[in-house]
């Protein structure tokens, strides 16, 4: 199983390696961004550049930054619309994903107790039968041996004479 994991590891390794290190023929994206000034649509069509309401420039986009940090957040406009700041782009993105988060982590979290409940119950009912097994067991042992108690009781009754009668109550005769 680790052979697995090594390779799969090797497998990921190589392909980033490949990413990172593949030339690529496009030409600069600078120069790209540059030249896409006449309006913010035109602008954020590319996902490598940046609107700036500040100077009303297109910018290539900091990867390596995260934020772009030569225009101010709640002035920059990338991805969805221009309508929509970096700031509230941001926001709504932490947002959705911890939200995901919470969901993916809620259902990971119902499933294992579900899960461990329901083995809990067999568990329980399992030992609930083991116990009233031993209890009709122990009721049956007393039965058999109020049985011959009274079995007994009945032939010392018997040896000796005084034996009960069915109904203890006689008629006295009027004599």
């Known amino acids: 199983?680790?052979?697995?994991y090594l390779?799969?590891?090797?497998a990921v390794f190589l392909a980033l390696f490949c990413a990172v290190t593949a030339q690529t023929t496009t030409?600069?994206?600078e120069l790209d961004c540059s030249e896409r000034n006449s309006?913010?649509?035109e602008c954020i069509k590319n996902v490598k550049c940046y609107y700036c309401y500040q100077d009303n420039s297109c910018r290539l986009y900091p990867a390596e930054k995260i934020l772009p940090r030569d225009c101010a957040l709640s002035k920059a406009r990338w991805g969805i619309s221009c309508?929509?700041?970096?700031?509230a782009l941001i926001i709504a993105m932490s947002v959705v994903g911890g939200v995901i988060l919470i969901s993916f982590f809620c259902c990971i979290y119902c499933c294992c107790c579900r899960t461990s409940s329901k083995k809990a119950q067999e568990k329980y009912d399992k030992e609930d039968a083991k116990i009233e097994r031993a209890r009709e067991e122990r009721r049956l042992k007393h039965a058999e041996r109020r049985a011959e108690r009274?079995?007994?009781n009945q032939e010392i009754r018997m040896k000796y004479g005084l034996v009960k009668e069915d109904n203890?109550?006689?008629?006295?005769?009027?004599n």
């Open 168 to 174: 203890p109550y006689h008629r006295f005769d009027q």
């Open 27 to 29: 030409p600069k994206p």
């Open 1 to 4: 199983m680790s052979g697995r």
């Open 39 to 41: 309006s913010c649509d």
């Open 83 to 87: 309508a929509i700041n970096f700031e």
């Open 150 to 152: 009274d079995a007994k």
């Open 7 to 10: 390779c799969l590891a090797l």
